[in-house]
């Protein structure tokens, strides 16, 4: 009888939920999983928008290959990954990629008397330091591009990330394309095997080694140099032109990418072109189903994206990402038609841009 | 008689009906133990079977751990936690005897509370607080005093210079090794001292008044008396060091590299798994991380293993002895 009983609650239950999730009048909360290094600014974003508009993200940042993993079981609305899909990993999972917001990577240093800004590196250098080739402070070679520097006589100690991340994606992927010698022997990947160095546990984890390891280099999220007050180096980028991290310096980096000509949006924003482009930049992205087996919740997701590229620019600027352009926004919103219910019809409508 | 008879008859029938019924939970929760460890080993195999067929053996001697090329080797984070978790002990087990023996045989009776609340308090901190203590505090000390003298003295004997000698940095094998024993020891201690306490105290007066020393009793009455407590502490300590995750993660230096030096960045199974499971991409990546996890549950069966053997061993001793 009991067990007869229960069993018809569990019914009773189920039928409730899947009732709930049919319903598009019912205040539901989307759900995404995956990068971490978006997270500050997604969830301003969805603080923001559960304010006006009543409908609220639930993100959970558990790293961009568990987001892959967790979209492509169809467990969260939509996943996040630091890293683009290419145009054959896409198609294989039917998947819709697409930009939200740019963030740019500094070297952050430990060495004793060298303030912010004062130490200048070019990318042949940064891959030598890497590949252990460089490991004196004061090597000819750095001496060279920083003259009337004191540089000590000190082991250069080199600090990475420990665990798979996008942050090392993007470092790697500049590497690859400044140095063929760390192109074959160590590649391009959310973790490699490194030459030389120890490695910290996510952003968080490498600037925390940088701070307490004397004489150590560690590439961080800029925001997280900034945050910590740690010194970063000056870079020479693509154009052989020295610049500074800085939002104007991550945006020129992105106005010079085809957005247009690239499937998928996959741009990597390494080494571009431009007198001002900071040369290790890159977007974070968003992953979603092109066939939904629940539009509605799929529109949600879209709206809420929409609405933060019209209206949470000055939200992530303020956290040191950089916003996309209206121009690629557009291109972005366009791309959305792909997505489609049960029935083919597309989710989102162009009339429905954010005001 | 009457008593007794009632004690010994059969007892009412709704009693033997909750007897049973009790009987059978116990022993549906202590098998439920057992088919909890079976499919954890099943299912651990089962994630690892990719990993295995593609290395083979190979697995445990190879250094590399190359996620690019998709070629990996447990070597780097299976020493690490062997590594580790020995300095750990060398270090834990002496103090913590120095500690159970000064509690139980020296200790004024107001300290020995004081003294032994602390070590418990000890024994429940988390181990993120000993982590971030080891990289925030005992680090930078370590890097700027301790490891500059270390490499230039231990760093020239002859054999075991090579473990010793090193750049300083402060974060390494032999770092995460000593905050391991930092938080072995209250293990370790706490055990002791319950164990020692418990030696009949006739058997130490006993030998104190034949004129036995404190050390000769410690040493001839108390540890023989008490050696399965005692090897089951340091079993204890050392299912935690081998264990530890996130204090590791924070001071060994998260290194794929296999270094003679113990001053150098490392890496342990445990860090290695929490440093990269969740990001890992591709079947043979996931299934290498899930072999290292199977290789820690049979290092951790080969040590519990080896104790038991141990201790068969210390008590067939015995019996030759008297």
Redesign the interface.
């Known amino acids: 009888m009991k067990v007869v009983g229960c069993a018809r609650v569990l019914c009773a239950s189920a039928l409730l939920l899947s009732v709930c999730a049919a319903t598009p009048a019912f205040a539901m909360d989307i759900t995404g999983a995956g990068a971490t290094f978006p997270y500050p600014v997604y969830s301003k974003w969805a603080e923001a928008y559960k304010a006006k508009k009543g409908i609220g993200l639930n993100y959970q940042a558990i790293g961009s290959g568990a987001g892959i993993k967790q979209i492509e079981a169809k467990t969260v609305d939509f996943g996040a990954s630091d890293m683009p899909l290419t145009m054959d990993e896409l198609n294989k999972g039917g998947l819709q990629q697409f930009p939200t917001v740019m963030g740019g990577e500094v070297l952050a240093l430990n060495v004793k008397g060298i303030k912010k800004g004062e130490l200048k590196l070019n990318g042949p250098l940064i891959a030598d330091i890497y590949l252990g080739k460089i490991n004196k402070w004061n090597d000819p070679a750095i001496a060279k591009l920083n003259p009337g520097l004191k540089l000590p006589e000190a082991r250069i100690n080199v600090v990475h990330r420990s665990d798979g991340s996008g942050t090392t994606f993007i470092f790697t992927n500049y590497l690859c394309k400044i140095s063929p010698e760390w192109k074959t022997k160590v590649g391009n990947s959310v973790s490699v095997s490194w030459p030389v160095g120890m490695g910290g546990k996510g952003n968080a984890g490498v600037a925390s080694y940088v701070q307490q390891v004397p004489n150590s280099i560690g590439y961080v999220e800029y925001a997280y140099a900034l945050n910590n007050n740690i010194p970063y180096a000056l870079l020479y980028n693509h154009d052989g032109k020295l610049v500074k991290p800085t939002s104007q310096s991550f945006q020129a980096a992105a106005a010079g990418a085809d957005w247009k000509g690239a499937p998928g949006f996959y741009v990597i924003l390494t080494d571009e072109p431009g007198a001002t482009s900071w040369p290790i930049t890159g977007a974070t992205f968003i992953l979603m189903h092109k066939a939904q087996d629940h539009p509605d919740r799929a529109l949600e997701v879209l709206k809420f994206f929409a609405w933060d590229y019209a209206h949470g620019g000055k939200m992530a600027e303020k956290l040191v990402y950089v916003p996309f352009p209206p121009s690629v926004v557009k291109l972005i919103e366009d791309s959305w038609s792909t997505i489609k219910s049960s029935d083919g019809a597309p989710v989102w409508k162009s009339t429905m841009a954010a005001k | 008689m009457v008593v007794r008879s009632r004690i010994s008859g059969s007892p009412p029938r709704t009693y033997s009906m909750a007897d049973l019924v009790f009987k059978n939970i116990t022993r549906f929760f202590a098998f439920l133990v057992l088919l909890l460890m079976a499919a954890i080993i099943v299912s651990l195999f089962i994630g690892a079977l990719p990993a295995i067929r593609k290395f083979g053996f190979g697995f445990i001697g190879n250094a ?6 998709n070629v990996f080797g447990g070597l780097v984070p299976i020493v690490g936690t062997l590594v580790t978790s020995a300095i750990a002990l060398l270090i834990g087990v002496p103090v913590s005897f120095g500690i159970a023996m000064f509690l139980t045989e020296m200790c004024p009776a107001r300290l020995r509370r004081v003294l032994g609340t602390t070590i418990e308090l000890l024994a429940g901190i988390p181990s993120i607080i000993y982590g971030m203590w080891g ?2 505090v005992f ?2 000390v370590f ?1 700027q005093h301790a490891e500059p003298w270390i490499d230039s003295h231990l760093g020239r004997l002859p054999l075991i210079g090579p473990l010793f000698s090193g ?1 300083p ?4 094998v032999l770092t995460a090794g000593l905050i391991l024993s930092i938080m072995v020891i209250p293990f370790i201690a706490a055990v002791m001292r319950d164990v020692f306490e418990v030696v009949p105290p006739l058997l130490k007066e006993s030998a104190y008044g034949l004129g036995a020393t404190t050390w000769e009793v410690v040493r001839y009455i108390v540890l023989p008396y008490a050696k399965v407590g005692v090897v089951g502490g340091i079993m204890l300590g050392l299912g935690r060091a081998i264990g530890e995750t996130m204090a590791v ?1 924070f001071v060994i ?5 296999l270094h003679s030096s113990l001053l150098l ?1 490392g890496n342990s199974i445990a ?1 290695t798994l ?3 499971f ?4 591709g079947r043979i990546y996931t299934s290498s991380l899930i072999e290292l996890g199977l290789f820690l549950f049979i290092i951790t069966f080969i040590v519990l293993a080896l104790a038991k053997l141990l201790l068969i061993r210390l008590s067939r001793l015995e019996g030759h002895r008297s």
């Open positions: 590399a751990w190359n996620p690019v090329t990289l925030f680090a930078p890097s750049p940095i402060g974060i390494g993660t230096g998260n290194s794929h590299r960045p860090s929490a440093n990269e969740t990001e890992a991409v």
